[in-house]
């Protein structure tokens, strides 16, 4: 949907640090999400970004650049239970997200 | 623990069989989603309820029918389904869509697999 670009795939070693990529067309972006999905479990809401710039929550940080339709969703010393999907949503000018295909990270020991 | 319920979590189904899905939501939302997983692929849009009215049909087959009594639930009922409608089915909420960009909430998903 909305040509939502996010890698399939990362696996990282415990206490490293894992940049997730999104890329997105840019007309009428509104705003972006990440979502963390356990397996088996809800999406669960991590950070949102309208205005470009980085939002730091934590452990993880979330990055904008709307003109050149990038996000990225930073995660740093990397802890097993962080093994899980990230989604990448884009809202645009209708108020509904869509999704990317979602990022499987994979925290090794 | 979202505020979202989705029952049952786990559905097989004959592909003549009738059931439904039900989603419950205790956030004192207004906007209501059902949503779509299949693996490897991003979540689909399936239905919008925006104060009880339906908002969107994302081209979704006519086997797959939305209800929404009420603001705090929200149904699929399905019947007929073909095997390649197995996937997970999550149901969502958001404050509305009047007041801009809020989080949607997630249920954990009702997993169906029709054989």
């Known amino acids: 949907g909305q040509n939502i670009d996010q890698p399939t795939e990362m696996t990282a070693t415990e206490g490293a640090i894992v940049q997730i990529n999104c890329t997105y067309q840019?007309?009428?972006?509104?705003?972006l999400f990440w979502y963390q999905q356990h397996a088996g479990e809800a999406p669960t809401f991590l950070s949102y970004?309208?205005?470009?710039g980085l939002e730091e929550k934590g452990r993880f940080s979330s990055f904008l650049s709307r003109s050149k339709g990038y996000s990225y969703l930073l995660l740093k010393e990397l802890q097993m239970k962080d093994s899980a999907s990230y989604l990448c949503?884009?809202?645009?000018?209708?108020?509904?997200?869509?999704f990317g295909a979602g990022t499987t990270v994979t925290v090794r020991a | 623990e979202t505020g979202v319920t989705q029952t049952p979590r786990h559905l097989v189904m004959g592909m003549t069989n009738k059931k439904s899905l039900k989603c419950e939501q205790h956030?004192?939302?207004?906007?209501m989603y059902w949503y779509k997983q299949s693996a490897k692929k991003p979540l689909e849009l399936m239905f919008v309820?925006?104060?009880?009215?339906?908002?969107e049909n994302n081209s979704v087959p006519s086997r797959f029918s939305p209800e929404c009594p009420n603001s705090s639930h929200l149904f699929l009922h399905l019947h007929t389904l073909q095997p390649e409608d197995s996937a997970l089915y999550l149901c969502?909420?958001?404050?509305?869509?009047?007041?801009?960009?809020?989080?949607?909430?997630f249920g954990q998903g009702t997993r169906l697999t029709v054989v």
């Open positions: 969502a909420s958001s404050q509305d869509l009047e007041s801009g960009w809020t989080e949607a909430f």
């Open positions: 840019t007309s009428g972006f509104n705003g």
């Open positions: 970004n309208v205005l470009d």
């Open positions: 949503a884009v809202g645009f000018n209708d108020y509904k997200l869509s």
């Open positions: 956030l004192g939302h207004n906007a």
């Open positions: 309820y925006n104060f009880k009215e339906q908002t």
